[in-house]
């Protein structure tokens, strides 16, 4: 069985500051892995994904994730926070090619200016 | 939404009454999905769709119908069944392993 958690369901940084969200999966076949965003009253948007190419993986608005196969893990970061980036991040893993994907209970990500 | 409309965005329900959400695409993919989302939980599965006129229940799909009749649409429908229907709904579509799901705008429902 598959299952992801995601550490800390509250994240607040400064404006400027790192960006670190934990993801940490379990899987029993070679994982395809997820980030999602979301912000207030929107679906998820796709914000980076690993389907065993590079560990390191880059996504859009900045952010970069990297597969960390001994450590079961596949934290999110982001050099410096924008007030933007404030919105409440999915971590998902699949662990075949046929989509249904289960999803982490959700960090929301705090931006203080 | 790329290609996938969810409607209504909002929707009151009094209890004891059936109400469907619409999710429709024209993105010609086969696999479909239909979430539940409330606060501090996450998204769980209600129902899903892998070809038209077959579907299979998620983890949570008590409550719950769906139809697949077209290969654009699933509708779903929260009968009287579900005690606690108040919750962001949100459908979504299988675009592989490139891109991972694409979602709807979602559905509010509350019941009142």
């Known amino acids: 069985a598959q299952s992801v958690t995601q550490l800390g369901s509250h994240v607040s940084v400064s404006e400027g500051a790192l960006v670190l969200l934990r993801c940490n999966y379990s899987?029993?076949?070679?994982?395809?892995l997820f980030w999602y965003v979301q912000y207030p009253n929107q679906g998820l948007q796709l914000l980076l994904k690993y389907t065993s190419a590079a560990t390191l993986v880059k996504g859009i608005n900045g952010f970069e994730a990297e597969f960390k196969k001994s450590e079961t893990s596949f934290h999110l970061t982001k050099p410096s926070a924008h007030m933007s980036d404030a919105a409440e991040y999915f971590c998902?893993?699949?662990?075949?090619?046929?989509?249904?994907?289960?999803f982490g209970q959700g960090t929301e990500l705090s931006v203080k200016p | 939404d790329g290609g996938i409309t969810q409607s209504p965005k909002y929707l009151f329900r009094k209890e004891g009454q059936n109400v469907t959400l619409s999710c429709e695409q024209n993105?010609?993919?086969?696999?479909m999905y239909w979430y539940r989302q409330d606060p501090g939980q996450g998204l769980r599965l209600i129902y899903y769709s892998q070809i038209v006129n077959d579907f299979q229940k998620g983890d949570i799909a008590e409550g719950y119908s769906v139809s697949r009749e077209k290969k654009e649409s699933f509708p779903l429908t929260v009968t009287s069944a579900q005690k606690n229907p108040t919750a962001f709904y949100l459908c979504?579509?299988?675009?592989?392993?490139?891109?991972?799901?694409?979602f709807g705008s979602g559905t509010r429902l509350t019941v009142v």
């Open positions: 979504a579509i299988w675009t592989g392993l490139l891109y991972g799901y694409t």
């Open positions: 993105l010609n993919h086969d696999a």
């Open positions: 998902a893993v699949c662990g075949n090619q046929g989509g249904k994907l289960i």
């Open positions: 899987s029993s076949v070679p994982p395809y």
